[in-house]
């Protein structure tokens, strides 16, 4: 079932592009964007995070930190994350768990793939609740920031 605003965020513990455990906890007291993403190299998801990087410093002025998690290895998300320059931590959900917490996974998804993230956005704020939530089943769709935007200024 999809996480609705006021929900209790999921706790998650993953580990990031540099090989570093990096859970929920890390971020209490700060608000956090939490997005998923189907798969690194892909062009949505690309464009996606790059405009991510791009306007970070919108967000961090918000007092908020950004990850963005896929299914992918992470050693994948190392590679992604160089090449695209991202200056946020992309972190990896190998095991599918936050995916599937987060009601944010297709149970199937393109060349008969099976258990990829749904590209999504939630907003998490500083107590753990979440007050922004937007899961995409199209993955040619990006979520809409503006609205996450919005809702990270409502809590500052």
Same mark, same amino acid.
């Given at each position: 079932?999809? !996480?609705?605003?006021?929900? %209790?965020?999921? #706790?998650?513990?993953?580990?990031? *592009?540099?090989?570093?455990?990096?859970? $929920? /906890?890390?971020?209490?007291?700060?608000?956090?964007?939490?997005?998923?993403?189907?798969?690194?190299?892909?062009?949505?998801?690309?464009?996606?995070?790059?405009?991510?990087?791009?306007? !970070?410093?919108?967000?961090? %002025?918000?007092? #908020?930190?950004?990850?963005?998690? *896929?299914?992918?290895?992470?050693?994948? $998300? /190392?590679?992604?994350?160089?090449?695209?320059?991202?200056?946020?931590?992309?972190?990896?959900?190998?095991?599918?768990?936050?995916?599937?917490?987060?009601?944010?996974?297709?149970?199937?998804?393109?060349?008969?793939? %099976?258990?990829?993230?749904?590209?999504?956005?939630?907003?998490?704020?500083?107590?753990?609740?979440?007050?922004?939530?937007?899961?995409?089943?199209?993955?040619?769709?990006?979520?809409?920031?503006?609205?996450?935007?919005?809702?990270?200024?409502?809590?500052?």
């Amino acid at each position: 079932m999809a !996480l609705q605003k006021g929900d %209790k965020a999921p #706790a998650f513990k993953l580990v990031s *592009s540099d090989k570093k455990e990096v859970s $929920l /906890d890390d971020y209490k007291g700060k608000n956090l964007v939490v997005l998923f993403f189907p798969m690194a190299f892909t062009s949505v998801c690309t464009t996606e995070l790059c405009s991510m990087r791009d306007t !970070l410093g919108d967000y961090n %002025k918000m007092n #908020a930190d950004v990850v963005a998690i *896929s299914v992918d290895s992470p050693f994948t $998300l /190392d590679k992604f994350k160089q090449e695209q320059n991202l200056n946020f931590p992309l972190l990896s959900d190998f095991n599918k768990e936050a995916s599937a917490a987060y009601g944010s996974m297709y149970e199937n998804f393109v060349f008969g793939l %099976k258990g990829v993230s749904k590209r999504s956005a939630f907003v998490i704020d500083k107590n753990g609740t979440v007050q922004y939530a937007e899961v995409l089943e199209n993955a040619g769709e990006v979520p809409d920031f503006t609205a996450v935007q919005q809702a990270l200024s409502s809590l500052n």
